[in-house]
């Protein structure tokens, strides 16, 4: 079964860092295109950065493009999204999107929360 497991959030002041962590298992990593998702109080969910499974061709949202990095490893089965210069507008559960290039299902981690405030 296939399981993500997020990490890394926390609360940090304007203009602060956060790297968070998604952790797969039980499935061949380099088959999935990983994205991360955030969700602000009260919205939808969007998607803020994805990478590609066959390369490490990478796609971001236009507010968080230059600010935020995301990167994966796939020895560790892990992707990476590395946040910087955070924005109170970044404040919110961030989450990790696996799917299968193959069969297109979908799978879900739990979220992290991320806080931006002074």
């Known amino acids: 079964q296939v399981q993500l497991v997020e990490s890394g959030g926390g609360l940090v002041p304007p203009g602060g860092s956060l790297r968070l962590s998604c952790e797969a298992s039980?499935?061949?990593?380099?088959?999935?295109?990983m994205s991360w998702y955030h969700q602000a109080p009260g919205k939808e969910r969007e998607s803020v950065a994805s990478?590609?499974?066959?390369?490490?061709?990478?796609s971001y949202k236009d507010s968080v493009r230059g600010r935020f990095t995301i990167s994966r490893d796939i020895a560790k089965k892990t992707v990476y999204l590395q946040m910087n210069s955070l924005l109170p507008n970044d404040t919110g559960v961030y989450y990790c999107k696996a799917r299968s290039i193959a069969t297109l299902e979908e799978y879900w981690g739990q979220g992290t929360q991320v806080t931006v405030s002074s």
């Open positions: 039980e499935f061949t990593f380099r088959r999935y295109a």
């Open positions: 990478i590609a499974s066959s390369s490490e061709s990478t």
